[in-house]
Every structure is written in structure tokens, then in C-alpha cells.
């Protein structure tokens, strides 16, 4: 088990960029792939991207490809979810999620740790 936490999510003008964080206290966050969902309430959850243990590589659905960048700062105990470009529909819940297995594929719903969310809101 590993505990999680998002945060940064906040207003932004569309076109901006965010930067959102997972972070754990927890020793075991090293051992754990990290990956970003985000879904809106009564609507399904869409996978984002992935990042390894190690951070040096990443996973993206094609539907997520070129705005969307993963990283990893393990002296840190955090992963980054960079959303350049910001549109109205980018607008909702943003989780990570934490699995052993580092996913590859976009059919991925998650692993069994969860953070609580973290909400963006885009302006126009």
C-alpha cells in the first residue's frame, strides 16, 4: 500500500500550461509506477500517462500524445503531470494512481492505490 496525494490543481486561462503533482510520504513511492487518470463525476475515467519505478520511461495512449508530459523526481517522492496548451474540456478531477506493474496500454484502469484528486478548472 502506498499513500497518495495530488495537488496544484487550480484556475487557468485556457492556453496556459499546469503543473500537477503526486506525491507520497511513504519509502515504497520508489517501487511503484505512477500513472494519471482524470474523470469528471458520472462520466468514465480516461487514462492520461504512465511513468516507471525509475522514471525513464513513459507511457501515453495516442489520445493523450502531445500535450500531456510525465516525470519523475524520486529524491523527491514525487511525479509531475505537465498539461501544456489548456482547453475547457481539460477542465476536471485529476488522480494518480500507483501500481507495481508499469502500464502499457491504453485499456489501463488503475492500479489499487489511489490518490484523493485534484481539481483543475480552465477558463476561457
Known amino acids: 500500500q502506498v499513500q497518495l496525494v495530488e495537488s496544484g490543481g487550480r484556475l487557468v486561462q485556457a492556453g496556459g500550461s499546469l503543473r500537477l503533482s503526486c506525491s507520497s510520504s511513504?519509502?515504497?513511492?520508489?517501487?511503484?509506477?505512477i500513472s494519471w487518470f482524470r474523470q469528471a463525476p458520472g462520466k468514465e475515467r480516461t487514462f492520461i500517462a504512465a511513468i516507471d519505478a525509475s522514471g525513464e520511461s513513459t507511457y501515453y495512449p495516442d489520445s493523450m500524445k502531445g500535450r500531456f508530459t510525465d516525470s519523475r523526481d524520486s529524491a523527491k517522492n514525487k511525479v509531475f503531470l505537465q498539461i501544456a496548451n489548456l482547453r475547457p474540456e481539460d477542465a476536471t478531477i485529476y488522480y494518480c494512481s500507483a501500481d507495481p506493474q508499469f502500464p502499457v496500454k491504453s485499456e489501463y484502469l488503475g492500479g489499487n492505490n489511489w490518490g484523493q484528486g485534484t481539481q483543475v478548472t480552465v477558463s476561457l
Open positions: 511513504g519509502r515504497s513511492f520508489i517501487r511503484y509506477a
